[in-house]
């Protein structure tokens, strides 16, 4: 039983429980302001035939899927720090060598008019086999935007995509593979 003299202690130790309990101001800033990334239609998905290939499906070396893209943001002295995470899946094809099988992917910083601000092309790299079974990897990239005050960045988004040569995307368009 609680006697008389802490019952005017337990509104203070409920405050000083609940006041640690929530985002800071910063925090919750980074979080509203934090661009959202979004997968370009057309290069969610990428087949890759063998060099030479007219696209029979036995020529396949791989196709690749973007399954995936988050964000999580700081804010710094003038600039928001974004933690990107890129999900990308790989299946083996008949043709595919044993060996690392590079996966190209792009990440572009919009600005609200749809500018490209940054933008950086990188590779997500397997280890596959003909008979190995499909992968997945988790790529993870910082990017560093500066600003005057943070709202500048409220209306910058985040554009990530696999990146098929002209062939391979005209084959997606064929095929229905968006």
């Not at 690392?100 to 601000?117: A, E, K, M, Q």
């Amino acid at each position: 039983m609680i006697g008389p003299r802490f019952v005017p202690l337990v509104p203070l130790v409920a405050a000083l429980a609940l006041g640690g309990c929530g985002p800071s101001e910063k925090e919750q800033m980074a979080a509203d302001y934090c661009p959202r990334p979004f997968q370009v239609q057309d290069a969610q998905n990428l087949t890759r035939f063998k060099p030479g290939s007219a696209g029979d499906p036995r020529d396949i070396m791989f196709q690749a899927e973007m399954t995936g893209a988050a964000t999580g943001c700081s804010l710094g002295k003038g600039q928001m720090n974004v933690n990107l995470v890129v999900r990308v899946a790989v299946t083996p094809g008949p043709a595919v060598s044993s060996g690392t099988t590079s996966v190209p992917y792009f990440v572009r910083v919009l600005d609200g008019n749809g500018r490209v601000l940054q933008g950086q092309e990188f590779n997500a790299d397997f280890p596959l086999t003909p008979s190995g079974p499909a992968k997945t990897s988790r790529e993870e990239l910082t990017l560093t935007l500066p600003f005057s005050k943070p709202s500048d960045v409220i209306s910058y988004q985040i554009a990530v995509g696999l990146k098929p040569t002209m062939q391979e995307l005209e084959y997606n368009r064929r095929s229905g593979q968006r």
